[in-house]
T-cell receptor, first 113, second 110 residues
């Protein structure tokens, strides 16, 4: 069975550009989470989808970040326009039930120059 | 005060040593507790859940102390392959999303 997959694995963009990250959760997992880890800091929660609905988006840093999960399958996280401080590794995770085991993707490393 | 606090380490121990990590949390409403392991440049993976009664999985023992609001992880007979960052993770009943500690780095040396 395929695990959580994320694309791209690494993206290098210039400040002011737009980047869209994609996450395909494990099939059948209704819960999908986005997390971010910036250099030297802890993994920070961004938001949580249950199917296509945003259950909690309290961790989204500002309105330059937009997450969607149309149809309740894969999710995208768009950063527009990107700033230097957005650099980090963006992890997606899915789980079968709330507060259950999280299965992480390998992460998308974003570098903003 | 941070929601989840861990000693960042690094802990450098010889093979065969016993090592323990603690993690404190500030939200008394926290309901579920976990230890995740993250290897260098890899994604986090579940090591074990932490139950109120404490639980053991081979060389790993996890404990929860609700009164003092901390969880612990004990690793016995350390192996080289135990070298990793250990993440304390918990969820609250309010929003059920997971909160991560910054991680404790362990290096086991021959």
């Amino acid at each position: 069975e395929a695990g959580v997959t994320q694309f791209p694995s690494h993206s290098v963009i210039e400040k002011g550009q737009t980047v869209t990250l994609r996450c395909d959760p494990i099939s059948g997992h209704d819960n999908l989470y986005w997390y971010r880890r910036v250099m030297g800091k802890e993994i920070k929660f961004l938001l949580h989808f249950v199917k296509e609905s945003k259950q909690d988006e309290s961790g989204m840093p500002n309105n330059r970040f937009l997450a969607e999960r149309t149809g309740g399958t894969y999710s995208t996280l768009k950063v527009q326009p990107a700033e230097l401080e957005d650099s980090g590794v963006y992890f997606c995770a899915s789980s079968q039930r709330v507060a259950g085991e999280l299965f992480f993707g390998e992460g998308s490393r974003l570098t903003v120059l | 005060r941070k929601e989840v606090e861990q000693d960042p380490g690094p802990f450098n121990v010889p093979e065969g040593a016993t090592v323990a990590f603690n993690c404190t949390y500030s939200n008394s409403a926290s309901q579920s507790f976990f230890w995740y392991r993250q290897d260098c440049r890899k994604e986090p993976k579940l090591l074990m859940s932490v139950y109120s009664s404490g639980n053991e999985d081979g060389r790993f023992t996890a404990q929860l102390n609700r009164a003092s609001q901390y969880i612990s992880l004990l690793i016995r007979d350390s192996k080289l392959s135990d070298s990793a960052t250990y993440l304390c993770v918990l969820s609250t009943s309010r929003d059920n999303d997971m909160r991560f500690g910054a991680g404790t780095r362990l290096t086991v040396k021959p």
